[in-house]
């Protein structure tokens, strides 16, 4: 019985060896397994203010970006009111030419854009009149050049309000003030903008 007990024993002193010894394993497994955890965690912390780091440096850029463009828009937008006004202005100033100087440029533009010299010229109601007088030396000078010299007064065109719109056989042809001024425009802009904003 005694060797019974004694083999008991042993195998217990064993068991509890093997359990420690399983338990001294599990847990250097366990700190290593936590030092791992804890080193991922650590890197992965890491990575999320790095990304958030590049993130903000990302949105920093996209925000100024933004409001650069917008600046330049503002500006361009400004400048675009600026150069309309002037625009606008040079249109009243060709509206309210003295009558001399409106006369010479109805001529000129008449005697450009007749075809046959027997067009009918509808001019707007302000213009009316000086148009009714200068017709016949436009016309005498129509019929030195070789043409008819017959340009008619029409109807008064209700649509502009300066210049005429000369009416022909196949042709129509605009030289309303507003017409005239759309012409120069695209050219007059730069040079406006030079002027206001050199």
Same mark, same amino acid.
């Given at each position: 019985?005694? @060797? ?18 399983? !338990? ?18 650590a890197?992965?912390?890491r ?22 463009? @917008?600046? !330049? ?26 009558? @001399? ?24 109601a ?15 000078a129509?019929q030195?050049?070789g ?39 695209? @050219? ?5 903008? !030079?002027?206001?904003?050199?």
């Amino acid at each position: 019985m005694g @060797d019974l007990n004694a083999l008991i024993n042993g195998i217990i002193e064993e068991a509890k060896a093997e359990a420690a010894r399983i !338990k001294s394993e599990a847990e250097g497994r366990a700190a290593v397994i936590l030092d791992e955890a804890k080193r991922a965690a650590a890197e992965r912390r890491r990575e999320i203010v790095r990304a958030g780091d590049q993130e903000a440096t990302e949105r920093r850029r996209r925000i100024e970006i933004t409001s650069e463009l @917008d600046q !330049k828009r503002d500006l361009l937008t400004a400048k675009g009111r600026v150069i309309d006004e002037a625009v606008a202005l040079a249109l009243q100033k060709l509206y309210n030419l003295p009558q @001399d100087q409106k006369a010479a440029l109805f001529s000129a533009s008449m005697l450009e854009s007749v075809e046959s010299g027997a067009e009918e010229i509808r001019p707007a109601a302000a213009d009316k009149a000086l148009l009714e007088k200068i017709l016949p030396k436009v016309n005498s000078a129509l019929q030195a050049k070789g043409l008819s010299g017959q340009l008619r007064l029409g109807p008064v065109e209700p649509g502009i309000q300066g210049g005429f719109i000369i009416v022909g056989g196949h042709f129509q042809a605009d030289n309303s003030i507003e017409s005239m001024m759309l012409s120069i425009k695209n @050219d007059l802009i730069p040079e406006v903008a !030079k002027v206001l904003f050199a």
